[in-house]
């Protein structure tokens, strides 16, 4: 069956936003107190910041509230985005002109909040690209469960078989193949540790996707 949509992640995939919620968290952290190990910050890759949060305090024994700190994380990275100097990945201008070119629509389904994924789709000027998004504060299970992509793809109309994922977090593939639809993992030289095996492919490349959606008919 053919691919009508495709969903892409954003911290990682648009753009490679993992090194500044790096910088940006490990202030945090140190303003806090606290220390953080890396095999704990692999694990928060494409999850919500809620989650990340709620952990964090629980085992640090915070005062601050999850809301508070997930607030102080957002605001910091929506003004530490205007002077990143980031750039789209790498092939995301020529997938996104193939997809226009072949009719099929891009939407963004991403575990951050919706504040910074609306700053990230004009500071890429994808707004009239994009059909919107669906973010973590929208769903109740964050991935690995399927729900931001099922929603996402309820919100276009489009049934789940015929939606292909980009991902490059170990939950957003699980999540990808969970909801049904065909999952390609992105290798993000920046993100570590992530377990990309149980998509249906890998790409390095952005571009690389135009040929497979070509294959997918």
């Known amino acids: ?21 790096v910088v940006i968290n490990s202030e945090i952290y140190k303003d806090l107190g606290i220390s953080i190990d890396q095999d704990l910050i692999n ?5 919500t910041s809620s989650e990340r949060w709620k952990r964090i305090k629980a085992k640090f024994g915070l005062e601050h509230t999850v809301e508070q700190l997930s607030d102080r994380q957002w605001n910091a990275l929506i003004k530490a985005l205007q ?3 980031l750039r789209s990945s790498a092939g995301l201008d020529t997938l996104l002109a193939y997809m226009n070119v072949n009719g099929i629509r891009a939407t963004i389904a991403s575990a951050s909040a919706g504040s910074f994924v609306e700053a990230v789709i004009d500071y890429l000027d994808l707004r009239d690209v994009m059909e919107g998004a669906t973010t973590g504060d929208e769903v109740v299970n964050c991935k690995p469960a399927p729900d931001i992509f099922l929603l996402a793809a309820q919100k276009l109309g489009v049934p789940p078989s015929e939606c292909l994922v980009i991902e490059d977090s170990s939950a957003g593939v699980r999540a990808g193949k969970a909801a049904g639809m065909f999952t390609v993992g992105y290798k993000n030289p920046t993100s570590p540790g992530q377990d990309l095996s149980p998509a249906d492919t890998v790409v390095d490349n952005l571009a690389d996707i135009c040929a497979i959606l070509t294959d997918l008919g």
Do not use: K, N, T
């Not at 995939?13 to 993992?18: A, G, N, R």
């Not at 694990?43 to 999850?47: A, D, E, H, S």
């Open 1 to 21: 069956m053919p691919i009508r949509a495709v969903l892409f992640d954003m911290d990682g995939v648009l753009l490679d936003s993992e090194p500044l919620h």
């Open 83 to 85: 002077d990143s100097e």
């Open 43 to 47: 694990q928060f890759v494409g999850r």
